[in-house]
C-alpha cells in the first residue's frame, strides 16, 4: 500500500471526531433576556455592550426564520439549545499558557494546533476558541510590539472599547437577517484584529474554532479592522465532534478595510458532516461581509467547505470606496448526504471598483449543491467591473448541482461577465490517467484538484496543503 | 378591487352558455385570484417585475368586463403585406376572425374548448385570473402528417375605444405526430393602458415542429403577460422567437417540458427598448428524459431609462442524462439611466450532462466604434452598425427564411 492510500485510510473517517471530558460552566437552557443578561455578565462586560445585545434581541423576537433557501432543515427550536458554555477552568482567566488545562492542550494537540511554544515553530499567531471562550492566543508579545491587536473580542470589549464600539455593528447591524441578529444578541467570543496605519502584519492570523460540548450553539464574532495602507492574512479554521444531534453554529464575521488597506480571509471549514446517512452534523449559517470602506482597498475571501451537514453562508464584499477590489474563491465539496447553499455578494458602490467570483461546486453522494450570488452594479458606480465562473462537478447521478447568480447592472460604463458549466469527469481524463498507473481513486483526486486549483492557489502555504489533502478526502468513496 | 372583480365576473358569466360545473370552477379561479391578486415583487419569479406595482402607476383601477355580444370591425390595414398567410384576428380579447384559407380543410381542426379549463403547470395568480374570465377558448388541432403551407399570424389589435380594461385570452394547440406550424403573433395597439393577459398550451407529438414568433414591435402604453406552455414529445422541435420592444411592459413567459426523448428547445429573443419601458422574458427549461437540447440566446439593447429582465431556468431530472443547455444572455446599456437583470439558473439532479450559461452586460465597445470612425464612418453610424450586427446574431437564428426576412424588415435589421 503507497503512503497516500495509507494517509486516507487513516483519515477515512472524520478524525477530529472525539470529544473532550471536560467540566463546563453553561448558561441556563433556551433565549432570554435572563440569558443574554447572564453572558454579559459572565464576561463583565460594559452597559453598552449589553445594550446591544438587547436591541438585537428585540429585533431578532419580531424576525422569522427564513425559507428561501435549496437545502431544508428541520424546524430549530432555539429554546432547547444553550447559548453559552466554557470549560470551567477558564473561569479564572489563566494567565499564561502553562496555567491552561492540560486537557484542552491536549485537545488543540490532538487537532493539529499547536499552541505550546515549544511546537510555534511554523509562524502562524493562533487564537483558540473552544465552545464559548477563546482559550488562548499566541504570539501576542511579538504582535503587541507592532501595535498589532490581536485578542478574543471579550478582551477587546475591555480593553479596546473605542475601536469595538466603533466597528462593531457596522457592517453587520443589529438590525439584519435571521441568524445574523441572533448572533449580535448572544456571541460568546471569536477574534478581535486591529492593524494599525501603514502595518504589513508579519505572520498569518488564525483563529480555530472548536465544539466541544453537545447541545450547544456556537455562536462567535470576528471583527477585522485594517487601518490605513495596512495588510493581513487571516485564516480561520473548525472542527466539531461526531454527534448524532444536529448543532447550530451561527457566527457573525466583519471586515473593515480603510483606504488602501488589504485582508485576505481563508477559511477550512471541516464541522463534523454527519454520517453517512445524513444524521447529524453541525448547521452551518454564517454571515460574513467586508466593507471596502477606504480608497484603493481590498478584501479577498477565500474558503474550502467541505464540512457541516448545511452549509448556508455567503461571503460579502461592500465596496464602498472608489477603486476599491473584492475577490471570492470558493471550493465547497458535498457528499453523501451533506447540502450545501453558498455564494457571495459583490456590492458595487464606490466608482472604478473591481470584483472576481471564483466558484467551483464539486457533489458527490446524495448531497445537493447550489452557488447563489448576487453582483450588484449600482448607477454610481461608473467604471466597475465583475468576472463570475462558477463551475459545478457532478460526480454520480444521485445528487445535485445548482447556479442561481442574480446579476444587476444599473450602470451602462460597467461591465459584468459572468460564465458557469456543470459537468462530470470526462472517461476520457479518467482513462488517461488510469493508463499511466493511477488507480481510479488517485486519478479523481487528481482530476479534482486541477479543477480546484485556481481557489488551492488563493490559500496561504500551509492551508493550501491541509486543504488538498480535504479535498481528496471528503470525495473518499464517491467513485466507483 | 375585490368588488369589481367580483361584478364583472358576474356580468361575464351572463352572457355565456355555461354549465353549472364550469361556473362553480370559474369561481374558484376568481377566489383564488382575489386571495393571491396581482403578483408582486415578494415573490421570487416577480423580484425583478413588481406587476402590481406597474399596473397600480400605469393603469390605475382596472375593470375585467368586456362585452363580447357585439362583433368588431376587422381592420385590414394591421394584415402583413407580401406575405401569404392564414390569419386568426383577435380584437379587445373577441376572436373575430379565423381564416385558413391556403389549408386543407379537412387536415385543420377547430375545437371549442370554453368548458374546459387546462391547468398550467407552474401556474400563478394570473392563470387564475385567465381562467376566470376568459370567454371562448378555441383548440387548433394540426392532423397526422400535415405541415401547414403558409404561416399562421394571430393579430392581436386593441382598438381605441377600450381602456383600463383587462383582456384575457386563451389558445390550445396540439400538433400531431409528424406535423409542423408556423406561427407569428403580431400585437397592434391604438388603445392605451389596458392589461392584456396571454395564455398559450402547445402540445407536440412524436416529430412535429412548432415555429413561434411573437412580434411586439409598435409603440404602445399597455402592459402585457404572456405564458407559453410546451410539452413535447419524442423527436419534437420548438423554436420560438421573441422580439420585445413596443409595449410599455411585457413579460414573456416560455415554460417547456421536454418530455420525449431527442426533443429540443429553442428560444431566442431581442429586446429593444427606448423611454421607460420595462420588458421581461423568464423561461423555464424542463429536460425530463434523456437525450434532450435546449438552447436560448438573449440580446438587449437599452436606452433612455428603459429596463430589461431575463431569467432563465435550465431544469435537468435526475433521469435526463446526456442533456444539452445552453443559455447566453447579452445586453448593452446605452444609457446611464438603463438597466439590466439577469437570473440565469441552472437546477442539475444529473451527472452526465452538459450545461452552461453566459451573461455579460456592458457598454459599447469604445475601440469598436473608433474603428470604424477611423473608416470614416461618423459616431451615429458606427454606433447603429455595432448595434444592428450585435442584434442580426438572434435574428439569424430563425430558422425560416421568409419569416427572417419579414422580421429583419421589420427591425429594419440590414445585413
Known sequence: ?480 | MKEQLKKDFDNNIKNLNLSQKDIEIKKFCLDNFIEKGFPNRKEEDWKFSDLNQLIKNNIGELSFYNDHTSTNKVDTSVFVDGLEHNKIVFINGRIEKIDFEYEKKDQIEIIDQSETINEFKNSNSLSDLNNAFTNKCFKILVKKGYQLIKPLIIYHSINSKIWSKNINLRLNFELDKDSSLRLIDLFSDTSEKNFLNIFYNFELKENAVLKNYKVDKFENKNIKYSFNNIDQDKNSVSETFILSSGSKFFKNEINCNLNGEYSSAFVNGIFSLNNDKHHEIRTIINHLTKNTKSYQLIKSVLEESSKAVYQGKIFVNSDAQKTDGYQLSKAILLNKESEFNAKPELEIYADDVKCSHGSASGSLNEDSIFYLMSRGLNYQQSRELLINGFLLDVVEKITDSQIKNLIKNMIGIKE
Open chain 1, 1 to 480: 500500500m503507497n503512503n497516500r492510500q495509507k494517509e486516507i485510510d487513516n483519515l477515512k473517517d472524520y478524525k477530529y471526531g472525539f470529544s473532550t471530558d471536560i467540566e463546563n460552566i453553561q448558561a441556563p437552557k433556551g433565549l432570554n433576556e435572563d440569558v443574554i443578561k447572564f453572558i454579559s455578565n459572565i464576561k463583565n462586560e460594559p452597559a453598552w455592550m449589553l445594550e446591544f445585545r438587547l436591541k438585537a434581541f428585540d429585533r431578532f423576537k419580531v424576525l422569522k426564520e427564513p425559507d428561501w433557501q435549496k437545502p431544508k432543515f428541520p424546524k430549530i427550536d432555539y429554546q432547547d439549545l444553550y447559548y453559552y458554555s466554557a470549560p470551567k477552568s477558564m473561569k479564572d482567566k489563566p494567565k499564561s499558557l502553562d496555567e491552561l488545562d492540560p486537557k484542552l492542550l491536549e485537545t488543540y494537540k490532538k487537532l493539529g494546533i499547536p499552541l505550546q511554544e515549544q511546537a510555534r515553530l511554523n509562524g502562524i499567531a493562533v487564537d483558540a476558541v473552544f465552545d464559548s471562550v477563546s482559550v488562548a492566543t499566541t504570539f501576542k508579545d511579538e504582535l503587541t510590539k507592532q501595535g498589532i491587536i490581536f485578542c478574543p473580542i471579550s478582551e477587546a470589549i475591555q480593553n479596546h472599547p473605542q475601536l469595538v464600539k466603533k466597528y462593531l455593528g457596522s457592517v453587520i447591524p443589529t438590525s439584519d437577517h435571521f441568524f445574523a441578529t441572533l448572533n449580535s444578541a448572544v456571541f460568546t467570543d471569536g477574534s478581535f484584529v486591529y492593524i494599525p496605519e501603514g502595518i504589513r502584519c508579519p505572520m498569518e492570523l488564525s483563529t480555530y474554532f472548536r465544539i466541544n460540548a453537545s447541545n450547544t450553539g456556537q455562536f462567535e464574532r470576528t471583527l477585522i479592522i485594517a487601518d490605513k495602507g495596512s495588510y493581513v492574512s487571516y485564516l480561520e479554521g473548525c472542527t466539531a465532534p461526531m454527534r448524532d444531534e444536529n448543532q447550530l453554529h451561527a457566527a457573525n464575521v466583519e471586515l473593515v478595510a480603510l483606504d488602501d488597506a488589504e485582508i485576505k480571509y481563508s477559511t477550512v471549514q471541516n464541522w463534523y458532516p454527519g454520517d453517512k446517512d445524513g444524521k447529524g452534523g453541525i448547521y452551518n449559517f454564517v454571515t460574513k461581509r467586508g466593507l471596502c470602506k477606504g480608497k484603493n482597498s481590498k478584501i479577498s475571501w477565500t474558503q474550502v467547505e467541505t464540512g457541516s451537514a448545511i452549509t448556508w453562508k455567503y461571503p460579502s464584499c461592500i465596496l464602498k470606496g472608489d477603486n476599491s477590489v473584492g475577490e471570492f474563491y470558493s471550493i465547497a465539496i458535498t457528499n453523501n448526504h451533506q447540502k450545501a447553499d453558498t455564494g457571495t455578494k459583490m456590492i458595487h458602490l464606490g466608482k472604478n471598483t473591481k470584483s472576481k467570483i471564483i466558484s467551483k461546486g464539486i457533489s458527490a453522494g446524495s448531497s445537493d449543491m447550489t452557488y447563489r450570488g448576487l453582483v450588484d452594479i449600482s448607477s454610481k458606480a461608473k467604471n466597475s467591473n465583475n468576472y463570475t465562473q462558477c463551475d459545478s462537478l457532478l460526480m454520480g447521478n444521485k445528487c445535485g448541482a445548482h447556479t442561481v447568480p442574480y446579476i444587476k447592472n444599473k450602470n451602462s460604463e460597467s461591465n459584468i461577465a459572468h460564465e458557469a458549466t456543470t459537468s462530470k469527469i470526462s472517461e476520457e481524463q479518467l482513462h488517461y490517467c488510469q493508463q499511466r498507473g493511477l488507480n481510479p481513486e488517485e486519478a479523481v483526486g487528481l482530476i479534482v484538484n486541477g479543477f480546484c486549483k485556481e481557489v488551492l492557489q488563493q490559500l496561504p502555504m500551509e492551508f493550501a496543503v491541509e486543504a488538498q489533502k480535504l479535498v481528496g478526502i471528503s470525495l473518499e468513496g464517491s467513485v466507483g
